[in-house]
């Protein structure tokens, strides 16, 4: 005989089920829309509409715009991880990522958006997010870097820390410039060449 604890677990087990499978919805939704317009066009009410229901519905799931906009790039990464057994460098990764981007601006200008964010009163979850974003790379494209000098493709007296710093800020400047003048920027010509140019070990 089932136990009326049991019974009472069937229905919250359907229900966060359901919520789980409305918040994919959303995320889906949130993503399409910033793929095709870009971030202006992703308010919570516009999301709200696009899926047909109430702002209010809406805010259960996602309380803030920062929320919401977290919430997309996360699950934006995580969908475009790339083949973690294929062999990687530092700036190598940096490059891939810029060739990957260019076919979805809409989603390098919500980086954009979250990093502009992030140096603003006013946003404090967005803050952490991208400060653990930005130590976790760090660290990842450090190991990376000490790799490459272990093998002797970088010169060993480099600080790791140092060029996975440098990558990133270059990645990133030539993600704006790309934004606002796509033909006059080549983000993977320029990485491949501060690739070729970072010093090998003797």
């Known amino acids: 005989m089932t136990s009326s604890a049991d019974d009472d677990a069937v229905p919250q087990r359907r229900g ?10 959303i995320l889906d939704e949130m993503i399409r829309m910033v793929a095709a317009q870009g971030v202006d066009a992703s308010s919570l009410r516009s999301v709200a509409d696009a899926l047909g229901i109430t702002h209010a519905a809406l805010r259960h ?7 919401l906009l ?8 995580v969908r475009s991880q790339a083949d973690p057994d294929r062999p990687k460098s530092a700036i190598g990764d940096m490059r891939e990522s810029a060739v990957r981007n260019r076919a979805v601006p809409g989603l390098v200008q919500l980086y ?3 990093s502009a964010d992030a140096v ?21 494209l450090a190991d990376l870097i000490r790799a490459d000098q272990a093998a002797g493709r970088i010169r ?3 600080d790791p820390v140092d060029l996975a710093s440098l990558s990133i800020a270059a990645s990133d400047g030539l993600q704006v410039q790309w934004l606002l003048d ?11 060449m501060l690739e070729q140019i970072v010093p090998r070990a003797d």
């Open 156 to 158: 060993a007296d480099l």
């Open 70 to 77: 977290l919430a997309v790039y996360h699950e934006h990464e």
């Open 61 to 67: 799931y996602f309380p803030s715009r920062d929320d």
């Open 120 to 140: 603003q009163e006013g946003h404090p979850a967005t803050r952490e997010f991208m400060r653990e974003r930005f130590a976790g790379l760090r660290a990842e």
């Open 112 to 114: 954009t958006t979250l």
């Open 182 to 192: 796509p033909g006059a920027v080549d983000g993977e010509r320029v990485l491949r």
């Open 16 to 25: 966060y089920r359901k919520g789980a499978e409305r918040r994919a919805q």
